[in-house]
């Protein structure tokens, strides 16, 4: 290719770029007129087509003079051995720089447009006029005479290498250059955040200084930072140091790089996991509806009344602990109470199992439930196994949610709240759009100074009557949820459904069906089981107090199942080995206090008697006492559901408890119990003696 340059000879594609001509429309004049040019054909070395070169002679005199003008360039800048250096803009891509520095780009444009017009007028300027010319349009252009004659040796520059590296590319390539000429004016797109006055040592230790824990979690600022950074620096005999406003970039710069570790340091690692940390996201657009139900607690960020039975009024946030269907976002179940424990959450299982009074209120018996880690939601009584065991093969362990017809509970991983994203979420548009509209609403985190909190007087509020019950919050609630229900939920959308809304994914989604199991069976779920030793004086319970019935006499120094229901413990249930029921035992002595006594509250009754018997009865001592043992022995704490309907569904379960067995076999082959004459006798007498006393 050198060879034929140097004899004067350039190739089709060339000539075609000389004559200002499209490379088709110039083969097509050589083909007509064949005679009229000097041609000379050089095979491909690697096979292709042969290579057609054409002498410049031949050339028009305006081609002849742009190609010597195009030589001239090339000797002159080539010629110096510093010009070699290739310019940023060969290996630059012109779509990526056009997008990214538009407005660079288009200056450069008119400028390069003003150059080339300014030299193409150069060539027919006289030689020692053509400074002052040049010096004119310098001024013209705002420019002093070597920034000027500077642009043009860059133009010049720029038309030399287009040249060179189309030559290079081959005669058959289409691909233009000319944008060199262009982007020869245009701003070098340099490689942001270098910091070339910093040294990796001064970076290492400034990255030492900002990430350590102390700065990280008591947030110093720059300033601090910088004079620590004086301190090592003069301890190592830097000799010069960076400025504080570079210091103070570099910080800003590794911020926006390391957000991440930045917020570990900061916020620890159970605020990272829920907002960094790397997460699977769960298919609930494949499971059924009722299939998985999701559980959990939210305390209430607004307050509520609580008047006790002894005259006394409390304030407290109340708690809802609540079950969501995860295919349909629904609010399938759910408890309103003081204090949630294992007996609420049976109550709002229940509760989520049978229809409700309300036919708006969603129903159902789910496959699985997801449980949260808590003490409360994996007590053995619910799950049938310790704490300790995450989950059984033993098919015949059983605990509440079993005996209610759920297969098996699947337990959230411990302090990570965002494997329960659904119901968490649910929880904020509980705070959003229910508790924000009551007037004791005092904003989240209310233990801590934050800007979400709201300052109110709760106590004043409530003299003034301005705060409500449980029982009221309840109702609002329960009015509420079918609006929650109706309305379009982001999650569903996100999930594909055609509808996405809760309750008609609820009602129109595929189903897991299941009964629930017979009322009266769920019912006795409710009630805690014990062992215990029948004495002479009956079975003792509670410390001091003892059940008796005449039925227990002949299991005097056994071992008997007992079955209490918390809430009233005034009777208890016996039942032998083999599960059969034996009867109802009675203790006199708290029928005499209460006709229904609370566990709860009995046990703070003993402890009551304790303290007064130690104390004598010591006023000061008593009002020195907590409130909890002052409490009323009727009353338990409040816990309020939707209201069921109360009788069993058409279609039940049937439970393969065998004591629940038996007991139905004896009510269909036995009349209803008829008590002894001889004893309902004595009884008649032995309460006639009590009144005579």
Not at 17 to 27: D, M, N, P, V
Not at 405 to 422: C, L, N, T, V, W
Not at 515 to 530: I, K
Not at 572 to 600: F, M, Q, T, W
């Amino acid at each position: 290719m050198q060879d034929m340059q140097s004899k004067g000879y350039v190739t089709i594609l060339e000539a075609a770029k000389l004559e200002g001509i499209s490379f088709e429309t110039y083969r097509k004049k050589i083909q007509r007129n064949p005679d009229d040019f000097d041609l000379i054909t050089e095979s491909s070395e690697s096979g292709g087509k042969d290579r057609i070169w054409i002498a410049v002679d031949c050339l028009t005199s305006k081609a002849r003079k742009e190609y010597r003008a195009k030589e001239k360039i090339v000797a002159v800048e080539f010629g110096k051995k510093q010009s070699q250096e290739m310019p940023w803009y060969i290996d630059i891509d012109l779509n990526w720089y056009i997008e990214n520095y538009k407005k660079h780009y288009y200056t450069a444009v008119e400028l390069s447009k003003t150059i080339a017009e300014h030299i193409e007028e150069l060539q027919d300027i006289p030689h020692n006029e053509k400074t002052d010319f040049s010096m004119k349009m310098a001024k013209k252009l705002n420019m002093s005479w070597g920034s000027f004659y500077r642009k043009m040796r860059d133009y010049m520059k720029a038309c030399a290498w287009a040249e060179k590296i189309g030559r290079k590319c081959g005669s058959q390539t289409e691909k233009n250059y000319e944008y060199f000429k262009v982007l020869a004016f245009a701003r070098d797109p340099r490689e942001k955040d270098n910091f070339p006055s910093l040294t990796e040592e001064m970076k290492a230790l400034i990255e030492n200084l900002r990430f350590n824990q102390l700065v990280s979690e008591n947030q110093w600022k720059v300033k601090k930072i910088y004079r620590c950074f004086e301190e090592k620096a003069a301890e190592k005999c830097w000799g010069s140091i960076p400025s504080y406003h570079t210091v103070d970039r570099y910080i800003k710069h590794l911020l926006e790089t390391r957000s991440s570790a930045e917020y570990l340091l900061q916020k620890g690692k159970k605020a990272w996991q829920g907002k960094y940390m790397g997460k699977k996201k769960r298919d609930t657009g494949a499971l059924m509806v009722m299939e998985v139900v999701m559980g959990d607690g939210h305390t209430f960020d607004c307050w509520v009344e609580i008047k006790r039975k002894n005259g006394t009024v409390d304030y407290i946030r109340p708690h809802l602990l609540a079950w969501i269907d995860l295919r349909s976002r629904c609010l399938v179940g759910w408890a309103i109470c003081e204090i949630p424990d294992s007996q609420v959450i049976k109550k709002s299982i229940l509760n989520m199992i049978y229809e409700k009074k309300d036919s708006r209120l969603p129903y159902g018996c789910p496959k699985y439930i997801y449980i949260d880690n808590g003490k409360d939601f994996t007590a053995q009584c619910l799950t049938g196994r310790p704490r300790t065991e995450k989950f059984t093969l033993d098919s015949d362990v059983k605990g509440f949610f079993r005996g209610a017809g759920i297969e098996d509970d699947i337990r959230a991983m411990p302090y990570h709240s965002f494997s329960k994203a659904q119901i968490e979420r649910m929880f904020g548009t509980v705070c959003e759009d229910f508790s924000k509209e009551s007037n004791t609403y005092t904003g989240t985190l209310t233990g801590s100074s934050t800007e979400a909190k709201i300052k109110r007087n709760i106590k004043k509020m409530g003299e003034k009557g301005l705060v409500e019950s449980m029982e009221s919050l309840a109702q609002r609630f329960q009015v509420w949820l079918p609006k929650y229900h109706a309305r379009i939920h982001e999650g569903l959308k996100d999930q594909g459904e055609a509808i996405p809304k809760p309750i008609e994914v609820f009602n129109h989604a595929d189903r897991y069906e299941k009964p629930a199991p017979p009322l009266d069976f769920a019912e006795s779920l409710l009630m805690t089981t014990v062992i215990r030793f029948v004495r002479p004086e009956g079975i003792k319970m509670f410390k001091n107090f003892y059940y008796t019935h005449p039925a227990l006499s002949q299991y005097r120094r056994d071992n008997v199942r007992v079955k209490y229901d918390p809430d009233d413990v005034s009777v208890i249930h016996v039942y032998d080995k083999a599960g059969k029921k034996i009867c109802d035992a009675s203790c006199y002595e708290l029928l005499k206090i209460s006709p229904k006594s609370n566990e709860r509250a009995l046990v703070e009754h003993i402890k009551s008697q304790h303290q007064e018997y130690k104390d004598m009865m010591s006023e000061i001592k008593y009002m020195q006492m907590p409130y909890e043992e002052r409490v009323d022995l009727s009353e338990g704490r409040k816990v309020i559901t939707p209201e069921t309907k109360g009788k069993n569904p058409k279609v039940v379960s049937m439970p393969d408890d065998k004591q629940y067995r038996n007991e139905a076999r004896d009510k269909k082959s036995k009349d209803e119990y008829q008590p002894n004459e001889y004893y309902l006798k004595k009884s008649e007498e032995f309460f006639a003696k009590l009144q005579n006393l």
